[in-house]
């Protein structure tokens, strides 16, 4: 008779005789590996020294989702903190097309030629689900991805905004403590990215072309609020008076919204990510915005603001996986949902019932 196959995983065969030595090849690849896996003082110090492959090496384990990786991540990030801190963060955003990375590619080579360091960092939530546009961007940013002053990171996976954003920003401190000066966090203008992105850099740059007298429509008035510049790109050949009119219109509506917090008035300019005009007066613009900020205290205060909402964040972000991964509660979910579905009990009685039941888990 056939023995029963037994699928249990706990069952152990028997009868496999080891053999006595092992092979000078796979005690080779178990060094290799070894020397491999690099602990986090190393990790810390070789950031510290301006690695760029220890740089990438610790923003993958923060973009880690196995738990292993998690205790680690956090010294690295705790090791890091204190050399962080140090630069100017800028984000970028604008519709597909409008010219972002070439706007980058651009603007990042101006900054390394006036020896900044610049690392660019990408939040783009569509690019999770589709794993994309990172090799597109990649190519637009040629020069800049062979600069040595320059550090280009794709954007972190994850399936929520939130997960994405937090690791973003915690690749931020990295950056800054492997001795980038000029942090830049791309983000396509879909959606909620530009919240997230907002609340992490010092200036918020949104990006625009002209269109045909169509400038005011289709943007939403949240992301024009949010913006310290509005520039105009693709303002080149038979585009620049165009854009020219853009900018009036741009400053025109400018006008009606009410005077920042930051006490900076918001800028509209035109340039060309081809032709490289107008690039540096937009550094020198947010060089201005730096001065004005920290001299009236805003630049700090903003950023121990955004220190606090990102704690914030995190703790609502945790307390809500950790709720709807609870085994328990994904049982009890499903029949409560039923519940509500056939009117037993409210919305309201069953959320109260699931978080009682949670409390008590
Ligand atoms: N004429 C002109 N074309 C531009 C400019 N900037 C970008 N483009 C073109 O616009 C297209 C989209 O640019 P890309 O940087 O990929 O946009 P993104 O989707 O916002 O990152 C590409 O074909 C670029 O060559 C510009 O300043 N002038
Ligand atoms: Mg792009």
């Known amino acids: ?11 152990e065969r028997d009868g496999v005789t080891q053999p006595e030595t092992l092979s000078t090849q796979v005690a080779k690849s178990i060094q290799q590996f070894r020397r491999k896996t690099i602990s986090s003082d190393e990790l810390i110090s070789k950031i510290l020294k301006g690695d760029k492959v220890a740089l990438s090496r610790a923003i993958t384990l923060i973009e880690s989702t196995n738990p292993t990786h998690l205790s680690k991540a956090n010294e690295v990030i705790n090791g890091c903190l204190p050399h ?5 963060r800028i984000g970028i955003t604008g519709v597909p097309g409008v010219g972002k990375s070439t706007f980058i590619e651009a603007f990042g080579k101006h900054l390394t030629s006036l020896g900044k360091k610049v690392a660019v960092l990408a939040i783009d939530p569509s690019s999770s689900l589709s794993h994309g546009s990172i090799l597109g961007d990649k190519t637009r940013m040629e ?5 040595e ?18 690791k973003t920003r915690e690749a931020i401190i990295l950056c800054e403590a492997c001795g980038f000066d000029t942090i830049i966090i791309e983000t396509v203008g ?34 024009m609020e949010m913006a310290d510049a509005i520039v105009i790109n693709k303002a080149d050949g038979d585009n620049i008076r165009k854009a020219n009119l853009a900018k009036v219109e741009f400053n025109r509506a400018l006008h009606l919204f009410p005077l920042k917090n930051s006490g900076w008035n918001p800028k509209v300019t035109t340039c060309s990510a081809i032709t490289k005009e107008g690039i540096a007066s937009i550094w020198n613009t947010i060089n201005e915005y ?9 630049f700090n205060h903003r950023r121990e603001e955004q220190n606090q909402y990102w704690m914030l964040e995190t703790i609502n972000e945790q307390l809500k996986n950790q709720f709807y991964n609870h085994p328990e509660i994904i049982k009890a979910l499903e029949i409560t949902k039923q519940k509500v579905l056939t009117h037993q009990i409210s919305p309201f009685t069953g959320a109260i019932e699931l978080l009682e039941l949670y409390k008590k888990l």
Do not use: C, W
């Not at 907002?198 to 269109?211: E, P, R, Y």
């Not at 730096?290 to 805003?298: G, P, Q």
């Open 1 to 11: 008779m056939e023995p029963k196959k037994n699928t249990s995983a706990l069952n």
């Open 84 to 88: 962080a801190n140090n630069s100017i």
């Open 143 to 147: 020069e800049l991805v062979k600069d």
């Open 149 to 166: 002053n320059a550090y280009i990171r794709p954007s972190a996976s994850g399936d929520s905004l939130g997960g994405v954003a937090r």
């Open 190 to 223: 879909v959606g909620q990215s530009e919240t997230a992105v907002h609340s992490m850099v010092d200036f918020f740059l949104l990006l625009k072309i002209a269109g045909a007298g169509d400038e005011l429509q289709g943007i939403k008035r949240g992301i």
């Open 290 to 298: 730096e001065i004005l900020t920290k001299s009236n205290d805003y």
